[in-house]
DNA sequence: CTTTTAACTTTGATGGACAAAGTGCTTTTC
DNA sequence: GAAAAGCACTTTGTCCATCAAAGTTAAAAG
């Protein structure tokens, strides 16, 4: 059968599945470190980043360190469900190919 | 450091993915068995095959089934080790990541 | 011969990726 | 306290990829 035919389509894209990857080991990451180790401009990764926030699998947090703005991103019960998902389809298209 | 910058380009593509995975496995895989796997249409897989073909990681042969023409992709020693290292880079995201 | 099948190519619409520039707010530096 | 710099975006515009659908060519089946 179709060894493809359980990924999922949110995360075709590298960046988005970076920012996941981030996003599940580490409880929350700022803009700017996502930023540095994806290694992408701010713009491209506030779009990202959006799309995955619009389908609810991360979430925003304005806070603050002292005084100054901090937004940090953390990944939700459905991105955590849905990013597992994702690489069991992975895994198993691994195993098919070997 | 960054889990994503291993991946390739070429194979960000769910459908591309796709035929090299069931080229791992298969030998040889005809033009229609390829498409009934994947669930596509024949023009879009047509194109996602030329890509492949492009970048040298599969290859075609035209053969004949009796007297009727019947189209092959193999997989080729560059793209044995594009797609390795792809799920490689797969495989150290998905360890990353938990 | 007409239809069907195989394996495409062409066409055209849509959408996504991305960089660059602009924005508003705050903080740091001189 | 004015200027520069940083943060976290948004907007703009370009380019490219994806995809479906239709057209094409050749051969085979009915």
Redesign the pocket.
Known sequence: MNPIGNLNKIF????RLGVMSVLMVNEEV???DLKQMLE?????L??????LEESAYIK?HKGFIG?????TYSITKAGEKAFKGHLAALEAMIKFSS
């Open positions: 075709e894209s590298r960046i700022s803009f700017n992408v401009t701010d713009g491209n506030a779009s990202h980043l959006s799309t925003v005084r100054k703005t901090n937004t």
